[in-house]
């Protein structure tokens, strides 16, 4: 019997979460370190996923299926494809980190802290692993308690608010979705006697045009839309960072959000071929929007942690913008842009929280002159910002550049209008950069700011090397998702095509 390799990595975190709440509460550092230690064991134990993955595959790899509730089609069903592959390893890599920058910024209710995050880790992979609706739905539901205690419990002065928000947004569309699934499963079992949640059943079922279709599409896109965020559902996105502690920022900027964008790919596009054609427009103008829209509004934010929150809702719509060209480049860049945002805007997370650390103010007007005064920090910090705005060379440019490759194809007009995002971007980047690091040292406080410590050179240096591997050689990336991405497109037009 082969082991469960996919349902180790899944569910080993969040049952370790659990086993750590027994330990006593004044045992601080050992829960520190073993939750630590069980963040880097899952991702060393995720690394075979990518190794093992054949890239020339179509379909799901590492499957398990076991019955669970057969009377209602309902399976334990799971198995990772090009799409989620590269979230998986992202949801892996990004918690260690997150947990490492929360050493000494969490210094209460530490038991309880990691045990959420590590129980957080189990339902973001759910997401992206599970293969049966109902199991899905499952996940995306579970995901949003222990989210919702790290903003509201270890957040800042308005995270109760902050927290009930990202709640409400987020149920009102999952709630619709739950009535799509169930339609779904309805409409399925009426056509073909036989009831069932499995999506790659689901995915094969041409379901007809029309309002029903349709209805169906817009109750999951709205979902989906929320949690990315796409204008104008983002209004959360901005309080939920801001209030929430470091690593919650950089696991709902690196992770969450991605949840969105993946809930469009995994189940809009396959299970709602006509109606994500017909909607494709639309979509796509609200991704423009959004590129545009959040870049403007970044570049007039005073708090750094704020103008980093607007700038995901320009990442994002490109992202969003790339998904629905339904070509490869564009697919493809949208994927790879998925893992760039996540590593790019988690270090700027991370490093806005390590000045805090020092500050204990994250306004652009109190800094200045910093690169006197800790040069290496200003270094790694300028690579971060470089890669958020796209330079050549680092990742950020891959997914930009195939993005817009594809949006050329789709719509000249609105992909000329996206471009100008990235001069936007440089912007309110370069501006915020040039305010903080450069210049004279204008406030006393900063004169005597400490350096980078060992233990945030061991967070920052494994996602600046990412960065720079995936902007020099995007193929290691780009490659698992391409054979992926083709059947994605073949089996959208051929659905969408059988029904003319």
């Known amino acids: 019997m082969t082991l469960p390799w996919l349902s180790v990595v899944t569910f080993l975190p969040g049952a370790a979460g659990l086993a750590l709440l027994l330990v006593p509460r004044r045992f601080a550092s050992v829960l520190r370190g073993a939750a630590l230690a069980i963040a880097v064991v899952t991702f060393l134990l995720s690394l075979p996923l990518y190794f093992g993955f054949d890239d020339e595959i179509v379909g799901y790899q590492f499957e398990e299926h076991r019955r669970w509730m057969p009377t209602l089609g309902v399976a334990y069903h799971v198995g990772i494809d090009g799409i989620s592959l590269l979230l998986v390893l ?6 260690p980190l997150a947990l490492a920058s929360a050493w000494g910024a969490i210094e209460d209710r530490i038991k309880e802290f990691v045990a959420t995050m590590l129980i957080l880790e189990t339902g973001m992979l759910g997401v992206f692993v599970s293969l049966d609706l109902f199991l899905f739905y499952v996940f995306w539901e579970a995901m949003l308690i222990p989210m919702y205690f790290v903003i509201g419990v270890w957040g800042g002065p308005n995270r109760i608010y902050a927290a009930v928000k990202f709640v409400l947004y987020t149920m009102v569309g999952s709630l619709l979705m739950l009535v799509a699934i169930l339609a779904l499963y309805s409409q399925y079992g009426a056509a073909t006697g036989r009831y069932t949640f499995d999506l790659p ?29 796409l204008f104008p559902f983002h209004t959360w996105l901005p309080d939920a960072h801001v209030e929430a502690p470091t690593a919650g920022s950089v696991i709902l900027a690196g992770v969450l959000l991605k949840m969105g964008t993946y809930g469009f790919l995994r189940f809009c596009l396959p299970l709602f071929p006509d109606a994500s054609l017909a909607f494709g427009p639309l979509v796509f103008t609200l991704a423009v929007i959004g590129v545009i829209y959040g870049a403007w509004v970044s570049t007039v934010q005073p708090d750094m942690k704020k103008l980093v929150a607007y700038s995901s809702v320009s990442h994002l719509g490109f992202v969003m913008l790339g998904l629905f060209t339904l070509n490869q480049q564009g697919l493809v860049g949208g994927l790879i842009q998925m893992v760039n945002h996540g590593l790019s805007t988690g270090a700027l997370f991370l490093m806005v929280g390590m000045i805090y650390e020092r500050r204990h103010s994250r306004l652009i007007e109190d800094f200045g002159g910093l690169w006197r005064v800790v040069p290496a920090f200003s270094a790694l910090f300028l690579v971060v910002t470089l890669s958020s705005l796209g330079l050549p060379g680092l990742n950020g440019f891959v997914g930009e550049f195939l993005i817009l490759v594809g949006a050329f194809q789709r719509s000249p007009w609105l992909a000329a209008v996206a471009t100008s995002g990235i001069i936007f971007a440089a912007v309110y980047m370069l501006w915020m950069y040039q305010r903080v690091i450069f210049g004279e040292v204008t406030r006393e406080a900063n004169r005597g700011l400490s350096d980078l410590t060992t233990r945030e050179w061991a967070v920052l240096v494994p996602i600046v090397a990412l960065i720079v591997w995936i902007g020099v050689y995007p193929a290691a990336f780009t490659g698992k998702t391409e054979t992926t991405v083709e059947a994605l497109i073949a089996q959208v037009q051929s659905k969408a095509s059988a029904n003319r």
């Open 201 to 229: 059943v689901l995915a094969q079922f041409v379901m007809a045009p029309g309002r029903a279709q349709d209805l169906m599409f817009l109750a999951f896109a709205l979902a989906f839309a929320i949690k990315v965020p």
């Open 90 to 95: 992202l949801t892996t890599f990004l918690m």
